[in-house]
């Protein structure tokens, strides 16, 4: 179980793999009923609508590289090793980058890593945020 | 000798029912402590009733007593729009007030704008809204409201660390547009002709602007919305009250 926030960012997918990837993403959460909001799957998109961030109880087996592969081959219906992918890890955390047809599809980002704690994932996110602030923030 | 004898307990009033009498549209005391719906007990009702969106409910002493909200900074808001706020909404008169403490000492530095409280109008972005933000500008807080494009803004010091209560007035009939900070008014200026009828979708937050970008670091509590301008002499109250 990993209570925390992680972040995807589209990189090459088509608008309706986009809207099945996050939709399903959406979906997710171990406590999506919990008398707690914090607890329940929330999401903030980047004004660009390429990058979302999620936060939310989650089952973390659903959370591995290879997990997310799984889903990237159902939606692009193609032979699971088709589909690479890359892990390094950053300052906020490992990222995983997704390959197929030898273009870079997704980004995946666990904020703080899965055994992070909330408080140190809420500040691996807050570190990005910050660092990437133009791309995420809308300035009035 | 006849002794008078003062009653043994005296009826003390709670924040809330002082709030209650001045008659506020809205007043979610955001004291939950489950669920996601944020209650109004103000005149509009259930109807205007809020949403929590993934705020940590009951997680600090709120002025005036009670438990409040912790707002993440990163994807947490209270959702507030509905038609029963839509049409019970008065934008030619208006105050909105909120208390508010910021997590720590460096969200005042941090360059993002955090909303405390942010209503966009129409299905053009940006030529009508409120706005009730930190700015990206250090230790500053902003009140601003779009009508039909141009601006009246009110842009003060602020880099409190306890509790405070900001918001402000808007009078169109007496062109007055005032921000208070801790009770205290502020020179007013003009107002400009609101021209807004509809909301835009999820433009309506308290600790948000939209899609949770510009949310609020800290705790926010006793978010209250008139549908006419308080006098400085009911705002001081209000202020006091939570004290």
Not at chain 1, 106 to 122: H, N, P, V
Not at chain 2, 168 to 191: H, R
Request: proline share 3%; glycine share 8%; net charge neutral.
């Amino acid at each position: 179980m990993f209570h925390g926030y992680f972040y995807i960012e589209v990189l090459s997918l088509t608008a309706g793999q986009k809207t099945t990837l996050v939709d399903q993403l959406q979906q997710m959460g171990l406590k999506n009923n919990s008398l707690y909001p914090h607890e329940r799957n929330h999401w903030r998109t980047r004004p660009d609508n390429n990058a979302v961030i999620f936060e939310a109880v989650f089952d973390d087996t659903l959370l591995t590289a290879e997990s997310i592969k799984t889903r990237l081959v159902n939606i692009f219906n193609v032979p699971s090793n088709q589909v690479t992918f890359t892990t390094t890890q950053t300052a906020y955390g490992p990222v995983v980058t997704y390959t197929y047809s030898n273009v870079q599809r997704l980004r995946l980002g666990i904020f703080g890593g899965l055994s992070a704690t909330l408080q140190q994932s809420r500040d691996a996110v807050l570190a990005f945020l910050a660092a990437n602030g133009a791309a995420w923030t809308e300035i009035l | 000798m006849r002794r008078r004898l003062l009653p043994l307990i005296s009826k003390q009033e709670s924040y809330a029912q002082q709030i209650l009498k001045t008659n506020p549209i809205c007043y979610w005391p955001l004291n939950e402590t489950s669920g996601t719906a944020a209650n109004n007990y103000g005149n509009l009702s259930t109807g205007a009733n809020g949403t929590y969106v993934g705020v940590t409910l009951s997680n600090a002493l709120a002025p005036g007593g009670g438990m409040c909200p912790l707002w993440d900074a990163v994807n947490d808001r209270v959702a507030i729009s509905s038609a029963t706020l839509l049409a019970g909404l008065n934008t030619r008169e208006f105050t909105f007030l909120v208390w508010a403490k910021v997590t720590n000492s460096s969200v005042w530095t941090d360059g993002v704008e955090r909303s405390f409280f942010y209503i966009g109008y129409n299905s053009n972005p940006g030529t009508n809204f409120f706005s009730f933000n930190k700015r990206t500008t250090a230790n500053q807080i902003q009140m601003i409201r779009y009508a039909n494009g141009p601006a009246s803004t009110k842009n003060r010091a602020c880099s409190l660390t306890d509790w405070f209560l900001y918001g402000g007035t808007i009078s169109e009939s007496a062109n007055q547009f005032i921000s208070y900070l801790n009770g205290v008014g502020d020179t007013p200026i003009g107002t400009g002709t609101f021209t807004g009828t509809s909301f835009i979708s999820n433009q309506q937050n308290i600790g948000s602007v939209t899609n949770a970008i510009g949310g609020f670091s800290g705790w926010l509590a006793h978010a209250m919305l008139w549908d006419r301008a308080l006098t400085s002499t009911e705002i001081t109250a209000i202020y006091n009250g939570g004290l």
